[in-house]
């Protein structure tokens, strides 16, 4: 995966809104796509060369119709090697924490009839 490839998609708001719109309905033709956008149908042509350059959208054939679809794999990557090991720290912070302010928690007292 070119990582640079994704950021690079990913910067861009126009080619952000795409991608939610092919997360709330995937596998969308280009006139499709179309009517919610601001701008002719060749830039959104263009917007979406770049995120299927970043493998963020796959294209399937359908017939003549060409439907577009979110990847979402590239955007799990990004997520286990940017955000998730530091996730870990934060979550057993607070986990330390509530167990300090709460004290240990003995399972048998909350299962007592």
């Not at 640079?4 to 795409?18: E, G, I």
Request: with cysteine; aromatic share 4%; glycine share 4%.
């Amino acid at each position: 995966m070119d990582i640079d490839k994704v950021f690079k998609a990913l910067a861009d708001p126009t080619r952000r809104r795409l991608l939610d719109q092919l997360h709330s309905e995937s596998g969308q033709t280009l006139g499709a796509l179309c009517e919610h956008m601001d701008m002719t149908r060749q830039a959104v042509t263009q917007h979406l060369q770049l995120l299927e350059a970043a493998n963020l959208v796959v294209v399937v054939w359908q017939g003549r119709e060409k439907l577009h679809y979110i990847n979402p794999v590239p955007l799990h990557e990004i997520h286990t090697r940017w955000i998730a090991k530091f996730e870990h720290g934060r979550l057993d912070a607070l986990h330390n924490l509530k167990q300090t302010l709460e004290g240990p928690q003995d399972d048998n007292a909350n299962n007592k009839t």
